[in-house]
């Protein structure tokens, strides 16, 4: 039963204080403060309480009552996301942390009742004119999301205002070319003096795999008699090892014979460098890796592609190398596409070489005439 207190304020003001339990039988407060010291204000409180209680009674009778709870948004959110990043990526863990802090810039003082779907769309519509990309808009929109949906779920707001957005997250403008044709990957390759990096992009185009995919790839995942590269692991911008993007993007990846070629180039390359630098070379048993032996880091790649692009005048990622390749592969087999770029969810255990060789004939085809690393190499 809720019942109703009064207590005096400053000014003459009073305040009728509602005392109830909800359906866990833990005990809420709500205070309804008349807005000054006379008779009809004192009375307006006091019938607002009133009535205010009576809700409450009415919605504990239907087994419908939902508390609403006085956490900030900053309160909330940290706590929920520090459980569900506890097992996610470190560069996930780093960018939802990040983009948090943006948004509890704006909404980190606000009670979590207090946040309307007006306001999301106002400050999504700031964000826009701020000139963030629709990427990073839909971030935002899935952090905030995440965390009043849960909230929603435990019962701590009434319902969840992403929910009723007007805000429109598509992408209007014209979507850009993904893919690298010839010309360009030919004169990025042709700039470069170093080996290691003509081999990073050759094996890119040739295999589909990201970049953190590239750079932590060692020889004992590459197996010359079964003919297929093993991809387990994937280094993030902060030089991090783990496991790949997702769980099927742990693949094998068989090697067509133009492939076979570029792989035996970069073993014979390193065993070159091994001899040349004697115990100065670094064991660190990398594919891609500099003339000693050191990583390449994921950062500093990226950066160098977008020099590039400035200076020969064309737009090149080391990710378009990955969409590149799966285009050249667009008449092939779609089951072929899905193992080789890591999109299909199949189980580990039936991703063997067994597999492998009954590529479709079609597909084994196509992977050979796509490059030919041999017009690259020196």
């Not at 009133?50 to 009415?58: L, R, V």
């Not at 802090?101 to 979590?112: C, P």
């Not at 094996?203 to 590459?222: A, F, H, P």
Request: net charge positive; charged share 30%; aromatic share 10%.
């Amino acid at each position: 039963m809720a019942t109703i207190k009064t207590r005096e304020r400053a000014k003459g003001k009073i305040s009728f204080l509602v005392y109830y339990r909800d359906q866990e039988g833990d005990q809420h407060i709500k205070a309804f403060t008349s807005k000054n010291s006379t008779k009809s204000a004192i009375r307006d409180a006091n019938k607002a309480a009133e009535k205010f209680a009576a809700k409450i009674e009415a919605e504990k009778a239907l087994g419908i009552l939902e508390i609403e709870t006085n956490q900030t948004f900053k309160e909330y959110s940290e706590q929920f996301m520090e459980i569900h990043l506890h097992n996610k990526r470190p560069n996930t863990v780093d960018n939802y942390t990040k983009y948090l802090g943006y948004i509890n810039q704006k909404f980190g003082t606000k009670k979590l009742p207090e946040i309307t779907a007006t306001e999301l769309d106002n400050y999504f519509l700031s964000l826009k004119k701020r000139g963030l990309k629709i990427s990073s808009l839909k971030l935002y929109r899935d952090i905030l999301n995440l965390v009043l949906k849960s909230a929603k779920k435990k019962h701590l707001i009434k319902y969840n205002p992403m929910l009723e957005l007007d805000f429109d997250f598509k992408d209007t403008r014209k979507k850009e070319v993904k893919s690298v044709d010839e010309d360009t990957l030919r004169t990025i390759l042709n700039s470069f003096q170093m080996d290691y990096y003509i081999h990073l992009l050759l094996l890119g185009i040739m295999t589909g795999m990201r970049l953190g995919e590239l750079c932590s790839l060692t020889w004992d995942r590459v197996d010359f008699n079964k003919k297929i590269i093993e991809v387990r692991t994937s280094v993030d911008t902060k030089g991090r090892l783990g496991p790949t993007k997702t769980n099927s993007g742990m693949r094998d990846i068989y090697m067509y014979d133009n492939l076979l070629f570029l792989m035996f180039r970069i073993q014979s390359h390193i065993e070159t460098c091994k001899e040349k630098l004697g115990n100065t070379y670094q064991n660190h048993n990398l594919v891609i890796c500099k003339y000693d032996d050191k990583p390449l880091k994921t950062g500093q790649v990226s950066k160098t592609m977008y020099e590039k692009s400035i200076t020969y005048g064309v737009h090149f990622t080391m990710h378009k190398l990955r969409h590149t390749f799966g285009t050249h592969l667009k008449t092939a087999n779609v089951k072929d596409v899905q193992n080789l770029l890591g999109h299909a969810k199949a189980d580990m255990t039936v991703n063997t070489y067994q597999d492998f060789i009954e590529l479709d004939k079609k597909t084994v085809n196509l992977l050979n005439t796509t490059i030919d690393p041999s017009k690259y190499l020196s």
